[in-house]
């Protein structure tokens, strides 16, 4: 490893890293803005300099920008030099010429990159008294403010929109000495990655709008780390709160998930803590005489429980120990997995995939860097779009290498290095319904119904494997493309295999496992990464139950007479007609939930659940990651956690475990020793017990302020703070100032950095892991030496069926996603309720395009307006999923128009 001496001391750094990256890795303070850890250096900024030397001898030095300059052994620099110094100050200096006095009012005021950077500087006072350049703002649409006058020029903005996550819409606009970033004209922000600007932006230029809307400084909020609940990616999030309601979602930093950015929906989508629709008291109903007799709702909940049998339905969006807690307190043999028959086969196929293979689950960051990919069956933009971000970031990395092997080009000289690429991309192929947003990047893009993608994913594995039978009755089409898609995936070295929930189809699942395992039969390091439907869909399913039909079938014969819900929404896990003869049939329902749903209309008991923002818990993600969420607020009313409820509930019964188990400690301990496959979790976040230096961890920096005005309108004396006794973490701004461990970091803050920017003084290398590790334990890895047995029925080819189409789903990252859609933005983006066809289905059903196509499913008639759209399969109508208020029939299936 190079030596370089800064300042005439020697230090040991990282070989093929810039001179910026090793300075910050070692801890030192040097201001920069155009750099980003992700998105490399373009030198547009001039703040970083250093002066550098030729040797010792050398007295004179030059000045470079760290951000360009290479590491070499025995380089010689220096931060301190006066020269360097000055040079710095008068650089800031120039980029605050036009920049407002406005510090007071900025949403950035505080934990602004900027004015960490002047200050570091010694840019005390202004030397521009004339009249400043203006600009016009835009409107960018629910997400993000825009305020161009605080604009320094330092190009980040664009350069992560329409570099790294692909936009289109927004560029930077210039004339003479006037440098304009934003879109053409006003108009919401297109890219399902916009809300990142407000963190990338080192200004105030891009800042949250929900935020302002609460009007919040983010020193006066109150964090926790916690796990973004849109998706079962799993990726890590900071919780803010002030005055009990939830003000905003930011990145946290895990090397291995998802980095530095987060997705639209994860970030925006948290205003359904807030909602008027929430669940805030035990609520009795239909029983008049019991609800007059003033018993606590917990004795109801016993009375009801000892009518008869009883049943409990778990929940993908529920923590593992409410799971948990719920499967214990009804028994195994009467706890239902609280999911569609279709979700359950294809997450149970997954988890058997990965359990019992012998390839690899890729984790986002290695997504990142494969060389090869090929995707089944999925639009991740909408399914998991933060694994869309990975794999634009390995389609673009490919040609990179190859650059920066052929010209010895450092990857990190961004500029330079896409001027050298152009418009090259790496080898994806994409095999989908519709086409995707990623479909632009691909090598291949083709569009089919799910039986003939999992075809071609057959044709494939046989191509790599004989041990996979041919398939037969291929189109020409379909053999180019497996051809093709075999001959780029042996010549990899890391390819990456893609499929998941959203085509409904499990031989889809089987033909990327086939393709998987016989790259790896090849002796090529192949992964795989399953889209899987929600946060905790693979922690439900590694949990175990019994299906959800079954539980139907038990009620509907009268062996059931009470049925406990947890945090689930039975009408979207059954058509309308199901659900309601399955409650007509329920003696008693209890649920336990956060908003007030169509199933809460038909429950006897309602008891109030705390969200993941007032809630302890564990998440499995789709790669099988657990992960802890920690609670950032106390749960306003009667709301808790919902497996405190029910270990109330238990104790109240006297069940002979739960009744014996109270805080998050416990009945993690707990799952441990009933379920090994969840071994370790334990040690996600330290124990309730931990100290660092006799202090708890504190969830307020030391700036938070007003704690006795907070409440001032009820009380002058200020409230005592609640005290949390099953975390590490305190309530209050008192306790411990150094560094927590990575898995309970409340937020990024250092001396002299008070912006985002200050995760680098929490890693062991500038965009490297965390001090102590990323977060989370992987539950699930390869079998070692597993035999592999290859699935080898490839379905029969989709035809098109008379008087008939086949619905497919079609997913959105802003509508179908249950909780995100309360937020207001959100709903905002989503779409309007719609039928897909093929130009030629709509002439053979005499629609056009707006028109309404009837069809009756299941004694339900349905009225859809209808889209055209030639990428889809002629025979097959795209059905979009999960939009509030719109009752489709199941997909996929056959239905007669």
């Known amino acids: 490893m190079p030596i370089i001496h800064i300042d005439n001391k020697p230090y040991e750094v990282k070989d093929g890293k810039n001179l910026l990256e090793a300075v ?11 750099w980003h850890p992700a998105l490399g250096s373009v030198g547009a900024c001039r703040q970083c300099a250093v002066k550098a030397f030729r040797d010792e001898q050398d007295t004179k030095g030059r000045l470079v920008m760290a951000c360009m300059e290479p590491v070499r052994d025995n380089m010689r620099i220096s931060i301190a030099d006066s020269d360097a110094a000055g040079f710095r100050k008068h650089v800031i200096g120039w980029l605050m010429t036009n920049h407002p006095h406005d510090c007071a009012v900025c949403d950035e005021g505080g934990s602004c990159h900027l004015q960490d950077m002047t200050v570091m500087t010694g840019h005390n006072y202004r030397d521009y008294h004339f009249t400043k350049r203006t600009y016009n703002n835009q409107y960018l649409g629910p997400f993000l403010n825009h305020e161009m006058n605080r604009c320094i020029q330092c190009y980040r903005c664009v350069r992560f929109y329409k570099d790294f996550a692909g936009g289109k819409d927004l560029d930077v606009f210039a004339a003479h000495n006037h440098v304009y970033f934003g879109r053409q004209q006003d108009g919401t922000l297109e890219s399902e990655f916009s809300g990142n600007l407000a963190e990338i932006c080192p200004t105030g230029v891009f800042t949250d709008k929900t935020l302002k809307q609460h009007y919040t400084r983010k020193w006066d909020l109150t964090t926790a780390p916690s796990i973004c609940q849109g998706c079962g990616l799993g990726c890590n999030i900071i919780a803010g709160e002030r005055y009990g309601s939830l003000r905003q979602i930011t990145n946290r930093y895990n090397g291995d998930v998802n980095g530095y950015f987060l997705c639209d929906r994860g970030r925006y989508g948290y205003e359904f803590v807030n909602s008027k629709e929430r669940i805030t008291e035990p609520l009795v109903r239909h029983y008049p005489g019991d609800a007059a007799n003033g018993q606590p709702v917990l004795h109801h909940v016993r009375n009801r429980m000892k009518a008869g049998k009883v049943i409990g339905i778990g929940s993908p969006r529920a923590s593992l120990e409410s799971n948990y807690a719920l499967k214990e307190l009804v028994g195994a043999e009467h706890f239902y997995l609280g999911i569609s028959e279709n979700d359950h086969e294809l997450v149970s196929l997954m988890l058997k995939i990965l359990q019992q293979g012998p390839v690899r689950a890729a984790t986002m960051q290695e997504a990142a860097a494969a060389d090869a990919v090929l995707i089944l069956g999925e639009d991740l933009t909408n399914t998991a779009p933060m694994l869309a971000l990975s794999v634009r970031q390995a389609v673009r990395r490919i040609p990179v290498q190859e650059v920066v092997s052929s010209i010895h080009m450092p990857a990190w000289q961004d500029a330079a290095v896409r001027e050298a690429v152009q ?158 003869h399955f409650f007509d049939h329920c003696k008693d329902v209890i649920l336990l939930d956060h908003l007030f749903n169509a199933t809460a209309e038909r429950a006897n008991i309602l008891l109030p659940a705390a969200t993941f923002a007032e809630a302890d818990g564990t998440l499995v993600s789709n790669e099988g990651r657990a992960q802890r969420f920690l609670q950032v607020f106390t749960a306003a009313g009667s709301m808790q956690e919902s497996w405190r409820w029910l270990l109330q509930i238990a104790t109240l019964n006297g069940h002979p475990v739960l009744q014996h188990l109270t805080h998050l ?135 098109p069926l008379s008087g008939h189409l086949l619905l497919v789903p079609v997913y959105h990252i802003f509508g179908s996603e249950e909780l995100s859609v309360h937020t207001p933005g959100i709903a905002e983006r989503m779409p309007a309720p719609y039928i897909m066809l093929h130009s030629e289905d709509a002439r053979r059903f005499q629609v056009t395009e707006g028109h309404l196509l009837y069809f009756t499913d299941k004694g339900h008639q349905y009225a859809l307006p209808v889209i055209i759209n030639d990428k889809l399969q002629k025979g097959a109508a795209g059905i979009p999923v999960g939009l509030p208020h719109m009752q489709v029939a199941e997909a996929p299936q056959l239905v007669k128009i």
């Not at 910050?24 to 155009?34: A, D, E, I, Q, R």
């Not at 399913?541 to 947890?566: C, Q």
């Not at 409340?746 to 290398?765: C, D, I, L, R, T």
């Open 665 to 799: 400690d416990d009945i993690v301990v707990a799952i441990q020793q009933r379920y090994p496959v969840f071994t370790g979790i334990e040690s996600l976040t330290p124990p309730a017990d931990f100290r660092m230096a006799g202090q708890k961890i504190p969830r307020e920096t030391h700036r938070y302020s007003g704690r006795t005005a907070m409440q001032a309108n009820l009380h002058v004396s200020e409230p005592k703070p609640p005290e949390d006794e099953d975390t590490a973490l305190s309530f209050t701004m008192e306790g411990y100032r150094g560094e927590p461990p990575s898995s309970v970091i409340p937020f990024f803050w250092a001396p002299g950095w008070n912006s985002v920017q200050s995760v680098n003084k929490y890693q062991v290398e500038t965009g490297g892991p965390l001090h102590g590790g990323n977060p989370g334990k992987r539950l699930i890895e390869p079998k070692v030496n597993a035999q592999t047995k290859f699935y080898m029925e490839a379905p029969q080819p989709f035809l």
């Open 24 to 34: 910050l890795s070692l801890g030192f303070n040097l201001p920069y803005f155009c």
């Open 423 to 580: 418009e090259s991309k790496g080898p994806l192929f994409i095999l989908n319904v519709l086409e995707t947003k990623l479909d632009e990047l691909a090598a291949g893009a083709y569009h089919t119904a799910p039986d003939n993608i999992a075809r071609i994913g057959f044709a494939v594995s046989h191509l790599l494997s004989g041990q996979v039978p041919e398939v037969t009755g291929m189109s020409d089409e379909g053999k180019a493309a497996a051809q093709k898609i075999a001959a780029a995936l042996k010549a990899a070295k890391n390819p990456l295999i893609i499929a998941g929930y959203s085509s409904c189809n499990e031989a889809v699942i089987k033909a990327a496992a086939n393709v998987a395992w016989a790259l790896k039969e090849q002796g090529i390091d192949a992964m795989l990464s399953f889209t899987v439907p929600e946060c905790n869909s693979m922690g439900l399913e590694m949990l175990g139950g019994h299906r959800l039909d079954s539980a139907i079938d038990e009620v509907m014969n009268g062996n059931a007479a009470t049925v406990i819900i947890l945090e689930n929404d039975l009408y979207r896990r059954m058509d309308q007609h199901t659900a309601n």
